[in-house]
């Protein structure tokens, strides 16, 4: 399939129409094709009460694609020989035993924990009478200042949803995660992230603190008839539950390094992270390694992003397309973030987009569905061939 005439016309228009419609207050949405970047966009505000517009170069609060920078340095400690996929985060967490219901306590290992498969889930994906919220469990979003210790004793007090290695929860298992880290290396997690993926890459901008915040994108929450602006404490539904923001969150010291939510940074960033991994790795990762964590290790029963994806290392791997009605083609790489974002890479097409914008949840799952309207954009025509078939 050619993507030789993506459209930055068409791709222009769905940005509009949700300006227009006041689903999304800001964007920046890039697209390379080939290694060479196509089309760029800065729409909208970055702060609408001040009227200051959408600059490229913005930083934001990246929650969730946080998970595939941690799993990249994480995975550069499994080249290394340091971390074994198939330990038991005991071996360096040795007070953290979740335990099932049944009160028996299974081990769980890095696999798992990178996996989404450890029996860990999210608050925002709990009843909100559930024990995470009573156990006040951080997703990593909120609750500024909290160290990684407090919320490791909350989560480890919650019941596992299932025996690890028998099913797929979207979790904190990247906080875990990051917890092993700090304790492998004798350093936080923030530093570790630097050594091993942002500095080699050169991304200035990404961290687990903000260098710039004349730059930070104000955040908004999904309202009528347009997005509010987001304060410390507020509740955002999803999913039939809420989810719990704290902007100031990244702007705190304080608070713990969330590997699956904590870092900041830029679309032109996250797009250079993502054509490294698109190009085999280097100089972050063996070429081998990358191709391990794009091959789904969990599934597609899973269903991570709908029918036909399963899940790799860091990221969802889209394996039949057939059930999904989308153009990408198999083996495309996607994931997003819970302040309203999107990124997917469909190496097939060399290709690579990453939609960020301020407003959560429209830039990453909203009622609008933005990112499947970028994503649609970017491949036009061919979309309507492939659903005409």
């Known amino acids: 399939m050619s993507l030789s005439d993506i459209s930055p016309a068409r791709i222009d228009a769905a940005i509009d129409r949700a300006l227009a419609e006041r689903r999304v207050v800001g964007a920046v949405v890039l697209v390379a094709q080939g290694g060479e970047i196509v089309h760029r966009r800065a729409a909208g505000h970055l702060d609408r009460e001040a009227g200051v517009p959408m600059r490229e170069d913005a930083i934001f609060r990246l929650a969730s694609i946080t998970k595939p920078l941690v799993t990249a340095a994480a995975m550069r400690l499994v080249e290394e020989g340091r971390l074994d996929l198939g330990a038991p985060a005991t071996t360096w967490l040795p007070d953290f035993r979740p335990a ?75 906080d875990v995660l990051g917890g092993v880290l700090e304790a492998l290396e004798g350093r936080s997690l923030a530093d570790i992230v630097r050594d091993r993926v942002t500095t080699p890459l050169g991304l200035v901008d990404t961290d687990f603190t903000v260098r710039d915040a004349g730059r930070l994108a104000k955040p908004y929450a999904d309202g009528t008839p347009e997005p509010v602006a987001m304060t410390d404490g507020m509740r955002v539904p999803i999913f039939g539950t809420v989810a719990r923001f704290a902007p100031s969150r990244v702007l705190d010291a304080a608070s713990y390094p969330s590997g699956g939510a904590g870092m900041a940074g830029t679309a032109g960033d996250v797009l250079a992270f993502l054509e490294a991994i698109r190009k085999g790795g280097a100089p972050i990762l063996d070429a081998a390694t990358v191709e391990r964590m794009a091959t789904d290790q969990v599934g597609t029963a899973a269903e991570t992003q709908g029918p036909g994806w399963g899940f ?78």
């Open 100 to 174: 099932l219901p049944d009160g028996t306590a299974p081990e769980i290992t890095i696999h798992q924990l990178l996996t989404h498969t450890a029996g860990l889930s999210y608050g925002f994906l709990e009843p909100v009478d559930g024990a995470y919220h009573r156990l006040n469990v951080s997703d990593g979003l909120d609750q500024p200042g909290l160290s990684l210790g407090d919320n490791l004793a909350r989560l480890a007090a919650a019941p596992l949803s299932f025996a690890p290695g028998s099913g797929w929860r979207y979790s904190l298992g990247l």
């Open 312 to 389: 790799g290392y860091g990221w969802a791997v889209l394996v039949d397309p057939a059930p999904t009605g989308t153009p990408q083609a198999a083996g495309t790489l996607q994931w997003g973030g819970a302040y309203g974002h999107s990124w997917f890479v469909d190496r097939a097409n060399a290709l690579t987009v990453v939609a960020l914008t301020n407003t959560a949840f429209e830039g990453m799952a909203g009622a609008g569905a933005f990112p499947a309207e970028i994503r649609d954009a970017v491949y036009g025509r061919e979309r309507q061939a492939l659903a005409a078939e």
